[in-house]
């Protein structure tokens, strides 16, 4: 299993590096956005407004942390289940968003719009939210604090730990590792 | 009779909140070590690990274990000779939520409409309250924060007795098999089988909290099937997060209740590898 150091904002030669299976520790900017943030994002595509960050290039990591402690930068933030951004996912990744971060398996749609734009989906681990808010060094909110825990944080994140679930290839880990443990 | 504050029961269920989410019971973690000494993949083994040292660091600097802080949900039993004075009994349940999501610095998941407008409600209330009238003049309080992941993924199935415990046992499988790495598996399973639509449901719910987790029905019918399906869960395959491995299930739990000569309802509650829960007797 490689061991890969990533630095945002990711680049194609970047992603065709990647495989299923690369234990990735990412560094760098990555924004936060689930449900709620989704719709709004997608509706202003779609009316040709601009949108609150620029995600070419970027990262988009499905959580909603928890409220940072006093001397913590974030609250505990692990992952969301990903398969509810699948129907907001396509229309990102065409517009420039190489990778999202989150947790359980895609839906074909989304492992076509990865190879089709050259993107990757990581698995991080769920309900590991206190060791992951260590690798987040700086949390501030960007867009719609409103949402409260569901608002666009700006995150700088060193040696985020994920793994490439999905690469631009059309390979699915989850379908891979199943199948590899599976006993009839 | 004997007289409890409702100032008492709010300041339990607010030490309740953080306790829960802080400090996962030690039998789950007993669980979760034997899992990952278990594990033959090594992306598996590398999770349970992680999922180790994160209870280490939420019980060492008392943070959430995991940012979905749950629905919060309580299962009372009330004894007949308690009268509670200086308040109301609900409302004591609604403040000491408040006030342990606010202080324990946990994630405000409610919505107040659920489909409409869909906006936080900010506290993390209201919480579900299920109160049992039981003998005896002390409360006993388990709150259980009830994540949105895991709960997505149960079912509740109105089979009927032709479908026998081989279609019991069908329907568990495939409801995990189909949940995939969405639960934040290794997951507990929770089986209610009997009662009414609404009450195999809830059996379902609290088999998730039986202490210590693992342990059997007391029917050796139905702890026999409680192994069979652990072992079958976990030959799915699905593994640690879904990525594939040995353990996709800590354990099955079935509770069981009468049901009509026309019924059969099973259902199934998935609870993630954070199974929280804890209990307070007043």
């Given at each position: 299993m490689a061991e890969i150091r990533l630095q945002t904002p990711l680049s194609?030669?970047?992603?065709?590096?990647?495989?299923?299976?690369?234990?990735?520790?990412?560094?760098?900017?990555?924004?936060?956005?689930?449900?709620?943030?989704?719709?709004?994002?997608?509706?202003?595509?779609?009316?040709?407004?601009?949108?609150?960050?620029?995600?070419?290039?970027?990262v988009i990591y499905y959580v909603?942390?928890?409220?940072?402690?006093?001397?913590?930068?974030?609250?505990?933030?692990?992952?969301?289940?990903?398969?509810?951004?699948?129907?907001?996912a396509t229309i990102l990744h065409e517009h420039g968003l190489k990778a999202s971060i989150g947790k359980g398996n895609r839906g074909p749609e989304v492992i076509?719009?990865?190879?089709?734009?050259?993107?990757?989906?990581?698995?991080?681990?769920?309900?590991?939210?206190?060791?992951?808010?260590?690798?987040?060094?700086?949390?501030?909110?960007?867009?719609?604090?409103?949402?409260?825990?569901?608002?666009i944080r700006r995150l700088e994140v060193s040696d985020f730990p994920c793994i490439v679930a999905n690469d631009c290839y059309g390979g699915d880990l989850f379908q891979e590792g199943v199948k590899k443990y599976r006993i009839d | 009779m004997r007289e409890v504050s409702a100032k008492k029961i709010e300041e339990a269920v607010r030490e309740m909140c953080m306790d829960a989410n802080y400090n996962l019971g030690e039998d789950v973690v007993e669980?979760?070590?034997?899992?990952?000494?278990?594990?033959?993949?090594?992306?598996?083994?590398a999770i349970l690990e992680d999922i180790l040292k994160n209870i280490e660091i939420g019980k060492n600097e008392k943070l959430a274990i995991c940012q979905d802080t749950g629905f919060s949900v309580y299962f009372v039993e009330l004894g007949e000779e308690v009268k509670?004075?200086?308040?109301?009994?609900?409302?004591?349940?609604?403040?000491?939520?408040?006030?342990?999501?606010?202080?324990?610095?946990?994630?405000?998941?409610?919505?107040?409409?659920?489909?409409?407008?869909?906006?936080?409600?900010?506290?993390?209330?209201?919480?579900?309250?299920?109160?049992?009238?039981?003998?005896?003049?002390?409360?006993?309080?388990?709150?259980?924060?009830?994540g949105g992941g895991a709960e997505n993924m149960s079912e509740v199935r109105m089979l009927t007795a032709a479908h026998g415990i081989e279609g019991v046992k069908k329907f568990v499988i495939e409801r995990v098999e189909k949940s995939g790495g969405n639960p934040c598996p290794p997951v507990v399973v929770g089986v209610g089988i009997g009662g009414t639509f609404e009450k195999c449901a809830m059996l379902a719910k609290r088999a998730l909290f039986r202490y210590p987790i693992g342990s059997h029905h007391p029917d050796k019918k139905f702890a026999e099937v409680e192994e069979e399906l652990l072992e079958k869960?976990?030959?799915?395959?699905?593994?640690?997060?879904?990525?594939?491995?040995?353990?996709?299930?800590?354990?099955?739990?079935?509770?069981?209740?009468?049901?009509?000569?026309?019924?059969?309802?099973?259902?199934?509650?998935?609870?993630?590898?954070?199974?929280?829960?804890?209990?307070?007797?007043?």
């Open positions: 194609d030669e970047s992603i065709e590096k990647l495989h299923i299976g690369d234990k990735v520790l990412l560094s760098g900017v990555i924004y936060t956005a689930r449900d709620a943030a989704h719709k709004r994002l997608v509706e202003l595509i779609k009316d040709n407004k601009p949108l609150p960050i620029d995600i070419k290039g970027q909603g942390p928890a409220p940072a402690k006093p001397g913590y930068a974030i609250g505990p933030a692990g992952p969301t289940t990903s398969y509810r951004m699948d129907p907001y076509e719009a990865l190879k089709k734009y050259k993107g990757v989906y990581l698995a991080a681990t769920g309900g590991v939210a206190a060791l992951i808010a260590k690798t987040i060094k700086k949390a501030e909110i960007v867009a719609y604090e409103d949402l409260g825990a569901e608002a | 669980c979760i070590k034997k899992a990952k000494d278990r594990e033959d993949s090594p992306t598996g083994k509670i004075v200086d308040g109301h009994y609900m409302d004591a349940f609604t403040e000491g939520t408040r006030r342990g999501y606010k202080d324990g610095y946990l994630r405000k998941s409610i919505v107040d409409d659920p489909v409409i407008s869909r906006i936080n409600t900010k506290d993390n209330t209201p919480p579900i309250v299920y109160t049992d009238i039981v003998p005896g003049d002390k409360i006993k309080i388990t709150m259980a924060p009830k869960v976990n030959n799915l395959g699905i593994g640690p997060m879904g990525l594939g491995g040995r353990t996709t299930a800590l354990a099955v739990h079935i509770e069981t209740f009468p049901c009509h000569i026309a019924t059969m309802p099973a259902a199934v509650n998935i609870n993630c590898h954070a199974a929280r829960h804890k209990t307070r007797v007043i």
